[in-house]
């Protein structure tokens, strides 16, 4: 649909739009009124009940790895050892408030969007859908969330602290703490705790009415004029929902500041400590009020620059002019809508990603399973999640690997997904998880195109990937021969061991897990009909050539004893005998 053109076609497009736009806000209201306590109660429990009972895994586990770690010096090791139980008492208390928290918002905003959801174009029965999207959908999402959120806690968790114990040490040097800079670093950190604090919680206040009427200018401007989120007619009633929804981010941005200005503030202790000067703590307590006033002028295109002065805080510190936030002066301009869909942005989440990951996980595990690269040894190993990882591991990068080969050979920018979308550093989306990953990926595809690999040293990457570089199985006759350099194995077992180690970062994102479970349920299944396939074929073939062979020698007995002597008779069937045997 054409937006309207006009001053007057505006005005009622925007009047025929605020009592539809209204009808939908209030059955959305009404059904978060009603779901909100449930999905509360649910989120809460769940997650307070796997918090409380995971507390003593979490300490034990701590404790250990720490004391484990090779990276950790003895001192260093007895300080953590005392900020445990602090760290874990305040992980318990933050972690059930935000559930509670998290539960009422997603309780009572998820109906609100599905009920927006439900008018978009190209849905059918959009009536039943007003009122029956957001209900049960957002109950059976909130045991979703309780289950993602057992996964971080356990697996994700669990995994972080085995890396801390396998990680070698740094150039053979351990990471330990200097006693005699302990007590100034608290007292830096306290210092700016006690000035970022209320300076930066002002500063936001007193930003936030400009935050919430340019806000509200824009958000009005665009509805009228059909413009940036309103100028697709499916956006029309979730942009609507976001005029409404505005002060809500605003008061999160305020809050947000407030919370990061501890962080920011405390900071000053670990300048202290690495600069060795109490003088330069105090300069960054001063210096990090101009940064934030510097940043947030920037995200409100507000005037450049503070009014808080910005001393050098460290002593190998480059100058102020070349480390300020403020935007080059070819983003200060607002992007016109030409710029903005002459490059449009990917529309990928990363749970879908996750989701495309596991499709083709699943396509080529099902393939190696025939193959006999994975074996049901692999299986079980990832069932119980002991020996072996390649399931856990070496199949999602073996699936990443096969991307990085195909953007490589096709010398793309970006990455190929299996769609021939293409991500890029440009287009990607503005996802946290793009952000973790994406510049690792795109090294390793460079450095892979570098490496100018042939098919064969392909193939071996791909195995060495696969198998996690097991060498009993890469001995293997059916994999590939490895290269006769030295130095050209050493490289792809680099390349490998840092693809399986994003890998295993990416298995601690939310949702892998689930994803996980059910692609190992997807492959037993298969390696199971497989094999009673495979049992029922043998079973059937072996039965026609036995009843075959016994038909043939009771037919030889019947009409040919009477001219055969008995021994004749004793070596047909011990011949018919001996072939049922090899046959079995």
Same mark, same amino acid.
């Given at each position: 649909?054409? %937006?309207?053109?006009?001053?007057?076609?505006?005005?009622?497009?925007?009047?025929?739009?605020?009592?539809?736009?209204?009808?939908?806000?209030?059955?959305?209201?009404?059904?978060?009124?009603?779901? @909100?306590?449930?999905?509360?109660?649910?989120?809460?429990?769940?997650?307070?009940?796997?918090?409380?009972?995971?507390?003593?895994?979490?300490?034990?586990?701590?404790?250990?790895?720490?004391?484990?770690?090779?990276?950790?010096?003895?001192?260093?090791?007895?300080?953590? @050892?005392?900020?445990?139980?602090?760290?874990?008492?305040?992980?318990?208390?933050?972690?059930?408030?935000?559930?509670?928290?998290?539960?009422?918002?997603?309780?009572?905003?998820?109906?609100?969007?599905?009920?927006?959801?439900?008018?978009?174009?190209?849905?059918?029965?959009?009536?039943?859908?007003?009122?029956?999207?957001?209900?049960?959908?957002?109950?059976?999402?909130?045991?979703?969330?309780? =289950?993602?959120?057992?996964?971080? @806690?356990?697996?994700?968790?669990?995994?972080?602290?085995?890396?801390?114990?396998?990680?070698?040490?740094?150039?053979?040097?351990?990471?330990?703490?200097?006693?005699?800079?302990? %007590?100034?670093?608290?007292?830096?950190?306290?210092? *700016?705790?006690?000035?970022?604090?209320?300076?930066?919680?002002?500063?936001?206040?007193?930003?936030?009415?400009?935050?919430?009427?340019?806000?509200?200018?824009?958000?009005?401007?665009?509805?009228?004029?059909?413009?940036?989120?309103?100028?697709?007619?499916?956006?029309?009633?979730?942009?609507?929902?976001?005029?409404?929804?505005?002060?809500?981010?605003?008061?999160?941005?305020?809050?947000?500041?407030?919370?990061?200005?501890?962080?920011?503030?405390?900071?000053?202790?670990?300048?202290?400590?690495?600069?060795?000067?109490?003088?330069? *703590?105090?300069?960054?307590?001063?210096?990090?009020?101009?940064?934030?006033?510097?940043?947030?002028?920037?995200?409100?295109?507000?005037?450049?620059?503070?009014?808080?002065?910005?001393?050098?805080? =460290?002593?190998?510190?480059?100058?102020?002019?070349?480390?300020?936030?403020?935007?080059?002066?070819?983003?200060?301009?607002?992007?016109?809508?030409?710029?903005?869909?002459?490059?449009?942005?990917?529309?990928?989440?990363?749970?879908?990603?996750?989701? =495309?990951?596991?499709?083709?996980?699943? =396509?080529?595990?099902?393939?190696?399973?025939?193959?006999?690269?994975?074996?049901?040894?692999?299986?079980?190993?990832?069932?119980?999640?002991?020996?072996?990882?390649?399931?856990?591991?070496?199949?999602?990068?073996?699936?990443?690997?096969?991307?990085?080969?195909?953007?490589?050979?096709?010398?793309?920018? *970006?990455?190929?997904?299996?769609?021939?979308?293409?991500?890029?550093?440009?287009?990607?989306?503005?996802?946290?998880?793009?952000?973790?990953?994406?510049?690792?990926?795109?090294?390793?595809?460079?450095?892979?195109?570098?490496?100018?690999?042939?098919?064969?040293?392909?193939?071996?990457?791909?195995?060495?990937?696969?198998? @996690?570089?097991? %060498?009993?199985?890469?001995?293997? %006759?059916?994999?590939?021969?490895?290269?006769?350099?030295?130095?050209?194995?050493?490289?792809?077992?680099?390349?490998?061991?840092?693809?399986?180690?994003?890998?295993?970062?990416?298995?601690?994102?939310?949702?892998?897990?689930?994803?996980?479970?059910?692609?190992?349920?997807?492959?037993?299944?298969?390696?199971?009909?497989?094999?009673?396939?495979?049992?029922?074929?043998?079973?059937?073939?072996?039965?026609?050539?036995?009843?075959?062979?016994?038909?043939?020698?009771?037919?030889?007995?019947?009409?040919? *004893?009477?001219?055969?002597?008995?021994?004749?008779?004793?070596?047909?069937?011990?011949?018919?005998?001996?072939?049922?045997?090899?046959?079995?």
């Amino acid at each position: 649909m054409e %937006p309207p053109k006009g001053v007057l076609a505006s005005l009622w497009h925007f009047i025929c739009f605020l009592p539809y736009f209204l009808g939908l806000l209030l059955l959305g209201i009404i059904k978060g009124i009603i779901f @909100c306590p449930l999905v509360c109660l649910i989120v809460t429990v769940g997650n307070s009940a796997l918090i409380l009972g995971l507390l003593p895994v979490h300490g034990f586990c701590t404790y250990y790895s720490v004391v484990r770690a090779k990276q950790l010096g003895p001192l260093l090791k007895l300080l953590v @050892c005392i900020c445990i139980p602090v760290l874990l008492i305040l992980w318990t208390v933050f972690s059930i408030v935000g559930s509670i928290i998290g539960g009422t918002l997603y309780g009572f905003l998820s109906p609100i969007f599905a009920t927006f959801d439900a008018v978009g174009e190209g849905k059918t029965d959009v009536f039943f859908h007003c009122f029956c999207d957001g209900t049960w959908s957002t109950i059976k999402r909130s045991f979703t969330v309780v =289950r993602d959120f057992k996964d971080i @806690c356990y697996h994700s968790y669990l995994s972080v602290l085995e890396e801390l114990q396998e990680r070698e040490l740094p150039n053979g040097k351990r990471y330990e703490i200097r006693l005699l800079l302990l %007590p100034g670093t608290i007292i830096a950190a306290v210092l *700016g705790f006690i000035i970022d604090f209320p300076v930066i919680s002002l500063v936001a206040l007193c930003k936030s009415p400009y935050m919430l009427f340019k806000g509200w200018h824009r958000l009005f401007h665009d509805l009228i004029g059909r413009e940036g989120p309103f100028l697709e007619t499916i956006c029309v009633p979730l942009a609507g929902l976001a005029i409404l929804v505005w002060p809500l981010a605003v008061v999160g941005a305020v809050l947000g500041s407030m919370v990061a200005s501890i962080f920011l503030g405390a900071f000053a202790g670990v300048i202290y400590y690495q600069e060795s000067s109490f003088w330069f *703590g105090l300069c960054y307590i001063i210096a990090s009020l101009a940064i934030y006033d510097e940043y947030s002028n920037d995200i409100l295109d507000m005037q450049e620059g503070s009014c808080f002065p910005r001393p050098q805080y =460290r002593s190998s510190q480059l100058p102020t002019s070349q480390t300020n936030f403020s935007r080059p002066s070819s983003l200060k301009n607002p992007p016109t809508r030409t710029t903005s869909f002459s490059n449009p942005m990917v529309d990928l989440k990363p749970l879908e990603l996750l989701h =495309r990951l596991f499709k083709e996980c699943q =396509r080529l595990g099902e393939t190696m399973v025939s193959e006999g690269l994975i074996t049901p040894k692999d299986i079980e190993d990832a069932k119980s999640r002991e020996g072996t990882k390649v399931v856990s591991i070496g199949l999602p990068a073996y699936c990443l690997l096969q991307r990085l080969l195909h953007s490589a050979q096709a010398n793309s920018a *970006g990455i190929l997904l299996g769609d021939s979308t293409e991500i890029t550093l440009t287009n990607r989306p503005k996802d946290t998880i793009f952000d973790w990953f994406l510049n690792p990926f795109l090294i390793m595809k460079d450095q892979i195109k570098a490496e100018n690999l042939s098919e064969a040293e392909e193939e071996y990457l791909g195995k060495l990937v696969l198998l @996690c570089g097991d %060498p009993a199985r890469l001995k293997n %006759p059916n994999i590939v021969a490895p290269p006769e350099s030295e130095r050209k194995r050493a490289e792809l077992d680099a390349l490998a061991r840092r693809l399986q180690g994003l890998t295993k970062s990416i298995s601690r994102y939310p949702t892998f897990q689930r994803h996980f479970e059910d692609l190992v349920r997807t492959l037993s299944d298969n390696l199971a009909k497989k094999n009673d396939e495979n049992r029922s074929s043998n079973g059937t073939q072996t039965m026609q050539r036995s009843k075959s062979a016994f038909v043939r020698m009771f037919s030889q007995r019947s009409f040919k *004893g009477k001219t055969n002597n008995n021994n004749g008779s004793d070596q047909e069937s011990q011949s018919v005998r001996a072939r049922d045997v090899e046959i079995v």
